[in-house]
């Protein structure tokens, strides 16, 4: 089915739903569903906070930056990348060489809401309440940058079941590629 750029990579912040809605997406194109974050943490024998406490940030992004080189080599996947990884110039040229981008997005209170009551975020685990969702909007606004430059940037200012999202993302899929 998919002819031009085989893999589909979807982006965006930790929390707008790359994992879930990747899944689902998968599914509906059958296709195999890679998690990058999934792989790292399987591969390692450690936990993101893990990594990030022994290897640091620098570290973490060096393991993340393999992973994606190997799934760019894939062919006909889906892939849920770290919420910071198109930072990386090697990183988005591997991704945006090897298949279709999609950017998922939301209001930093939405992100907010969803990652209130998460451990398992490095980058916000030292804040809370309004230090925290100014921490995220911060991140976002940095990283937006980089979204924005995905073949499909979609940016919900409410709540979508995620299986409605997986379906319209089908249809767009299935209409260019």
């Given at each position: 089915?998919?002819?031009?750029?085989?893999?589909?990579?979807?982006?965006?912040?930790?929390?707008?739903?790359?994992?879930?809605?990747?899944?689902?997406?998968?599914?509906?194109?059958?296709?195999?569903?890679?998690?990058?974050?999934?792989?790292?943490?399987?591969?390692?024998?450690?936990?993101?906070?893990?990594?990030?406490?022994?290897?640091?940030?620098?570290g973490?992004?060096?393991?993340?930056?393999?992973?994606?080189?190997?799934?760019?080599?894939?062919?006909?996947?889906?892939?849920?990348?770290?919420?910071?990884?198109?930072v990386?110039?090697?990183?988005?040229?591997?991704?945006?060489e090897s298949g279709?981008?999609?950017?998922?997005?939301?209001?930093?209170?939405?992100?907010?809401?969803?990652?209130?009551?998460?451990?398992?975020r490095?980058?916000?685990?030292?804040?809370?309440?309004?230090?925290?969702l100014?921490?995220?909007?911060?991140?976002?606004?940095?990283?937006?940058v980089?979204?924005?430059?995905?073949?499909?940037?979609?940016?919900?200012?409410?709540?979508?079941?995620?299986g409605r999202?997986?379906?319209?993302?089908?249809?767009?899929?299935?209409a260019?590629?």
């Open positions: 089915m998919l002819d031009r750029k085989g893999n589909v990579y979807l982006m965006g912040f930790m929390g707008c739903g790359k994992t879930k809605i990747g899944s689902l997406l998968a599914k509906r194109l059958d296709l195999p569903f890679l998690d990058t974050d999934t792989l790292i943490v399987e591969e390692s024998g450690m936990t993101i906070n893990a990594i990030f406490q022994s290897e640091g940030e620098a973490f992004r060096e393991r993340e930056k393999r992973v994606i080189e190997r799934l760019a080599k894939l062919d006909k996947v889906v892939v849920a990348l770290g919420g910071g990884a198109v990386d110039p090697g990183n988005w040229k591997s991704i945006s279709t981008t999609i950017a998922l997005s939301y209001p930093p209170e939405i992100i907010a809401t969803r990652l209130e009551r998460k451990k398992n490095p980058l916000l685990n030292p804040f809370s309440g309004e230090e925290r100014q921490r995220i909007a911060a991140l976002m606004e940095a990283r937006s980089f979204y924005r430059k995905a073949d499909l940037f979609l940016h919900l200012n409410q709540e979508v079941e995620p999202l997986a379906e319209a993302l089908s249809g767009f899929l299935r260019i590629i």
